[in-house]
């Protein structure tokens, strides 16, 4: 499949390259993903790579209320009836030689979701990712004094144990 979303601009060579992504949406709660992604790209100083278009991927417009309908539109701001600023989702991809580290930070899509996912995989692919993590979190009624909770899921045997001695599985 030729995917025409993903856009490379540079090629990184990198050693034992991980790849940690980042989303909004219901799985960012706190800013969790999302600025866990950003604090590392500014710490690292990570140079943006590549990217994902997003024309094909969201839902900008939906039948219903204005508050409904308002969740799917892109970012506008208006000044004295002038439109001054319009923001699609952003997908990019940033990279950290000495770490070896691919960031990703992304918006969920609301379509084609196999397309998104093989432009991810093509990164993975081309540059030779040897793990993948996720950062997300559920925005929960909890009191602060709740010890936090934990989960996680894995692809092998050997991360599950690992996980499993860390108390998050």
Same mark, same amino acid.
């Given at each position: ?132 993590? %996720?950062? !997300? $979190? @559920? ?5 602060? =004094?709740?010890? +936090?909770? %934990?989960? !996680? $899921? @894995? ?5 599950? =144990?690992?996980? +499993? ?5």
């Amino acid at each position: 499949m030729e995917l025409h979303a993903l856009h490379v601009e540079r090629e990184p060579i990198l050693e034992d390259a991980r790849l940690l992504l980042g989303f909004s949406g219901w799985m960012d709660g706190g800013d969790a993903s999302t600025g866990t992604v950003q604090y590392l790209v500014r710490r690292l100083k990570a140079v943006r790579f590549a990217d994902i278009d997003p024309a094909d991927f969201y839902i900008y417009n939906v039948p219903g209320s204005m508050e409904t309908a308002a969740q799917f539109r892109p970012h506008t701001r208006i000044a004295n009836g002038l439109v001054k600023e319009y923001e699609e989702p952003e997908n990019a991809f940033y990279f950290d030689h000495a770490s070896g580290l691919i960031l990703f930070e992304g918006k969920e899509p609301n379509l084609r979701w196999d397309e998104f996912a093989q432009c991810i995989f093509e990164v993975v692919e081309r540059f030779g990712v040897k793990m993948i993590c %996720f950062v !997300g $979190s @559920v925005a929960a009624i909890v009191p602060h =004094t709740r010890e +936090t909770r %934990f989960h !996680g $899921s @894995v692809s092998n045997k050997h991360l599950r =144990t690992l996980l +499993t001695n860390h108390d998050v599985l």
